[in-house]
């Protein structure tokens, strides 16, 4: 591979996060970088240990990473691994070369070397870290993780649980089994074999009765679009994939699950039962029954507290698009062209292609002179109106700017700042935006099978 070779791929600037010796990164950032060193890990969650694992850590999920809105925030991200990786921050809305894309906005991070990554998040919220190259072994392997940005003063709950929820793909022996199959890919995708939450099946947590608990629940699957709810308790969803709602949700119950796909968070304040040793159960609602996610326990000395005292979250600082000025541009997914194989890059393919965008499949990571799947101008309001073709669901996330739904064909949709919309069979859903922020933004499918065979893409802000 020629690295020089990729100068002219796209017109990101690949400056600012160099290989090695970048110290003036951190010149604005009064705090040491966090030292995130991936690597292989093990982890029990049968009998015997799950060898093969990726973390950042030998034997533990990648922790949760915190900081402040408005405050300065670095890594060096290390690679110890024998194969290129990157890391993505989803749902930041970040400058371009910080946003972990290989040959978009930064080299891939070979063997050994260490890239570095610096932003301040404007926004507060829950959102989340994975590798962007590698992305089918390296996330389905373990490497996925929350990353909290905590509001510039600290609301008033009594406690709170963080929530990473995933599927492991594991056979009875504790050993991976295949992340993919051709026949999978080409539909819903390839589901694993144990649901976690934090690694644990069905964990419990213990809070006090009475206790306003702030839930902050992160899809971070490969493949599994979850339908969530909550038995036992009350409360309110305050907020969906990092910014508090606009218009509300309803409670999350078995008759009404909210769907979070691979990539959406919720944030949920829960008030704890009054009495002791009573449970609230997180369940996916799958279609052969409801299935524990996580417990939540009242436990300890009472606190009393009412629905009335849950605490709004202050609005993040979204500028709000112009419908009547708003040019509305045309994206539709589907299937691919028969015949296309997709580059065998470092950054791994599956070797074949199913899904395109615009009738186009992404061609693989590494080639050459790909065009921009829509180029939009700086400031300007946009609708996108996105047409599903299939009959799968496709949880579509866009890099570096935030959206809100305003029309469906299919479903009333409640008009919340996203960075990931769930198109459903055969919807057409209209979305609005302000391209505010420039660069190369990725723009894909996070099932992650038909993100690597084609579903993929990227939208150009100058
Ligand atoms: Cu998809």
């Known amino acids: 591979m020629d690295r020089r070779s990729f100068l002219t791929l796209s017109g990101a600037t690949l400056m600012g996060a160099a290989l090695s010796g970048t110290a003036g990164v951190f010149a604005a950032s009064g705090k040491a970088p966090h030292d995130l060193k991936i690597q292989t890990a093990r982890y029990k969650f049968l009998d015997g240990f799950t060898e093969n694992m990726v973390s950042l850590s030998k034997d533990a999920p990648p922790p949760v990473i915190r900081m402040r809105q408005g405050e300065p925030f670095a890594a060096n991200v290390t690679n110890t691994l024998a194969e290129a990786t990157a890391m993505h921050w989803h749902g930041i809305r970040l400058p371009n070369k910080m946003d972990g894309v290989p040959y978009l906005t930064q ?254 499949p992404w061609p693989g990571d590494a080639v050459e002179g790909i065009r921009p799947v829509a180029e939009l101008r700086l400031g300007q309001s946009y609708v996108l109106r996105m047409r599903n073709e299939s009959p799968n669901a496709h949880p579509i996330h866009l890099h570096g700017l935030v959206f809100r739904p305003i029309r469906s064909n299919k479903l009333k949709r409640a008009s919340n700042w996203t960075d990931t919309i769930v198109l459903t069979k055969n919807e057409t859903a209209d979305v609005l935006l302000v391209a505010d922020n ?18 993929a893409g990227y939208i150009r802000v100058t």
């Not at 933004?441 to 993100?451: G, L, P, R, S």
Request: charged share 20%; proline share 8%.
């Open 107 to 360: 080299w891939p991070i070979q063997q050994g070397e260490t890239w570095h990554y610096a932003y301040t998040s404007k926004d507060a919220g829950t959102y989340w870290y994975h590798p962007h190259c590698m992305t089918m072994d390296q996330i389905a392997r373990g490497l996925t993780g929350v990353l909290i940005v905590d509001e510039r003063r600290d609301p008033d709950f009594d406690a709170e649980t963080i929530l990473n929820l995933r599927d492991f793909r594991i056979g009875e022996d504790g050993q991976f089994l295949a992340f993919s199959s051709p026949r999978r890919a080409s539909r819903a995708g390839t589901l694993g074999t144990v649901m976690t939450a934090n690694w644990e099946q069905n964990p419990v947590y213990r809070h006090p009765p009475g206790a306003i608990v702030r839930l902050r629940v992160a899809a971070t699957d490969t493949t599994r679009i979850y339908r969530l709810a909550l038995q036992g308790g009350a409360g309110r969803v305050l907020a969906a994939d990092g910014h508090p709602l606009r218009a509300p949700l309803s409670w999350p119950s078995p008759e009404r699950p909210i769907v979070l796909a691979p990539g959406q968070r919720l944030d949920i304040a829960l008030l704890m039962p009054a009495d002791e040793a009573q449970d609230v159960v997180l369940t996916h609602m799958a279609a052969s029954g409801a299935k524990p996610l996580a417990t939540f326990r009242s436990n300890g000395t009472p606190v009393k507290r009412t629905l009335g005292d849950i605490p709004d979250l202050p609005a993040n600082e979204v500028p709000d698009a112009d419908p009547a000025s708003a040019k509305i541009i045309e994206l539709v997914f589907g299937w691919s062209p028969d015949g296309l194989k997709p580059n065998n890059g470092i950054c791994g393919t599956l070797g074949y292609t199913f899904w395109s965008i615009n009738r186009k």
């Open 438 to 455: 420039p660069g190369d933004w990725a723009f894909h499918c996070h099932v992650i099978e038909h993100q690597k065979t084609g579903l």
